[in-house]
């Protein structure tokens, strides 16, 4: 008997069955490969869902973890610890904003940026002004505040009623406009639809939304959750657009793996949510902290956000040439090493991903239409080769 097949017999009895995943059980990784129970090993081109943007066992993230594990892993938000606040210091640098929250995931990070943007007006004494003006196919996370955020009804069915958002078409500024009114507390965006498919904002729409908030003085809130840290070509997704939001949210990629959020704004916000309005007991933590902190070391030291550019000009060109060569694909679409091919109309992805993970790559279904592409920020180009070749030769074979 595989030694796997004890650990999938207890998988089916004793997990709450809320995911559908294949009979694999992934053991160990190395930079941007992995291994599962059977001795298998596949190129990794989805990172975990773009968070591990240093591969697996990057030696900066280990011995970040095994250093301040033995010095202090928890102490609490009702004192200081050092990694903390050297953190906070330098996302502030990072992303020019000014002050940073923490928490545990994507989803809490943007709860505070919801958070922060009712109480905000809450605190200026515009009491009704409330409502967050979101986009049709956006994900911001399964907590309800922010799967109300949420544009998809696969995220939201069932868990009604969910107030307080209106939804408009992405890159529909006239949308936008119509949708605005004095309630108004935010507009909360992604520069790259990621869960949505790959659907990279169309140029100038970022730009408009950021002198629509300024005109009607409502907070431009962006969810740099998929494309921070470097992902598209910049450190942030909104870089491209030239603006900055007023508040913004990282989480994946910023640990590196280890679970980390966090939640950035200016100045003006900082009154928004004094102490006891919100918080977390693990938030900030020593070990999550160092661990964020060892990652943007690693980015700064690796120059792996020009890495990403650079990748990820030759990642499109040769997705563009498979959505040349393929009928399976319809066209290549991304920024930087986050970019999708649209599949063709009818074409059964989950069966794609599980040839492919079968020839030994692994990717992810994106909105289920696209094929997305999110390889660790260190891969080499070997490996992004190798990687590529063998999705070339799946789609070749699958009809
Ligand atoms: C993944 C993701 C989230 C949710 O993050 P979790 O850590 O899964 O809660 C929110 N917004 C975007 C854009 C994401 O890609």
Redesign the pocket.
Known sequence: MSPSNDLLASAEQHLYPNYAKPAVVIDRGLGARLWDTEGRSYIDLYAG??VSILGHSHPALVSAIAAQAQKLVHVSNYFHNEPNIRLAEKLCALTRMDRAFFC???????EALLKLARRHFFQQGETERYRIIAFDN??????LG?MTA?GQKKYREGFGPLAGVTHVPFGDLAAVRTAMGPDVAGILV?SV???GGVVVAPPGFIAHLRALCDETGCLLLA?????GIGRTGRFLGFEHAGVQADAL?L??ALGGGF?I?AMLCKEALKGALPPGSHGTTYGGGPLASAVALAVLDTVEGEELVARAARLGELLAARLTKLSHQHGAIKSQRGQGLLQGLVLADGLDAGALMARLREAGVLLTIAGGVALRFTPPLTISEADLEEGLSIVDRVLGEFA
Do not use: L, M, V
Request: glycine share 12%; no cysteine; proline share 3%.
């Open positions: 869902i773009a545990n995931s994507g989803t809490e990070a943007n956006s994900f911001h996370g399964r907590t922010s949420t992604e639809q990621g869960e969810d740099e959750i998929q494309t949210t989480a994946k679970p959020g």
